[in-house]
Each structure stands twice: as C-alpha cells, then as structure tokens.
C-alpha cells in the first residue's frame, strides 16, 4: 500500500515530466480549457441586463418576470431528405465501386495501399464487410451530426467519403 508522500512524490514526478515535455505555453492553454467550462458557468444572464423586465413582486427584485416565449424556430430538415438520400446513395455507389475495383486488383497480384483496408483484405468478405462498414459509419456520423443540430457537418461527411472514395477509384483504375 503506497503512503502519501510516495503518491504524491509519483505526481509530481509526472508533472514534472508533463512540463518539460508540453513547455510553459501549452501548460497554460490546458489550464484556460479547464477553467473556461468554469469561468462560463459563472456568467451572468442576457436577462439581468435588461432594465424593462419588471420585478416580480413581493419577492424582490432577485426574481425575475418569466421572458415571453421566443419565436418559433425555423424548421429543420427530416434526416432521410432528398439531399442525404441521394449522398448517401452516392456513397453507397462509390463504396461498392471500389471494393469491385479493389477487389480486381488484389486477385491479380496487386496490393492495398490503405493500412486499414489492408488489415481486411485476406478475403472477399472481410473487404465487402470493411467496405459496407464504411458506408454505415458514414451514414452514422452523419446521423449523429443530424441528432445534434449540426447539418452542415452532416452534408460535409458524405460529400468527403464521396471525394475520397472517388479519388480511391480514379486511382485504383489509373494503376491497374
């Protein structure tokens, strides 16, 4: 069983190690991410600010009048629109187009360049399941993205696996 002085002893030693490694600045940009979650939730209310909000009454000015409901948000778009369906058809068509054309390649002698597809390649299902993985993880993030109010990432994630896998094809048909 460690005492204190030796676990104290052990993170000191690790901070020291910390220091010298990361240097002054980048200690001091840990820090201010830390404590910026911290100083935030300390700020003060938009509502305090406003001298028209009236009193509450006999509870003093510390309680403020309930805000008027805000205005209605724009609507936002269903997941499964036109536009994902068709970058995500898209991805789905290019990910099937590269595996043929992998596939291709690797039965006359060829070799993945990718180190993770590569880790797959031993067997015609280990690369469709890598290649149907990756269109899944592509719809998933994007989902995630979606679920989170983020629908520019959304779009962005299909519109890159489009472009990489696009390239991977290009590529793959140029070389073979």
């Known amino acids: 069983m460690y005492c204190l002085a030796e676990m104290t002893d052990v993170l ?5 190690v910390l220091g010298s490694v990361l240097g002054r600045w980048t200690k001091g940009l840990v820090a201010l991410a830390f404590l910026s979650g911290t100083m935030l939730a300390q700020g003060v209310s938009v509502a305090t ?7 509450s009454g006999p509870l003093g000015s510390g309680v403020m009048a309930a ?12 997941f499964w629109d036109k ?18 054309v ?5 039965q006359n002698g060829g070799k993945e360049l990718n180190p993770v ?11 469709a399941a890598n290649f149907a993985g990756e269109t899944a993880g592509v719809i998933a993030l994007s989902y995630c993205f979606h679920r989170t109010g983020h629908h520019r990432p959304e ?22």
């Open 12 to 16: 000191f030693m690790g901070a020291h």
């Open 49 to 55: 600010l406003h001298d028209d909000v009236p009193d």
């Open 102 to 106: 992998t596939r291709t390649i690797l």
């Open 67 to 78: 805000s008027p409901a805000p205005a209605e948000a724009p609507r936002q778009h269903e």
């Open 155 to 176: 779009r962005i994630t299909s519109m890159l696996d489009i472009g990489t896998s696009s390239f991977a094809v290009a590529y793959d048909l140029s070389h073979r």
């Open 83 to 100: 536009q994902n369906r068709v970058l995500f058809a898209t991805v789905a068509a290019l990910s099937a187009a590269d595996f043929a």
């Open 117 to 127: 597809t590569r880790a797959f390649s031993a067997s015609t299902a280990g690369l």
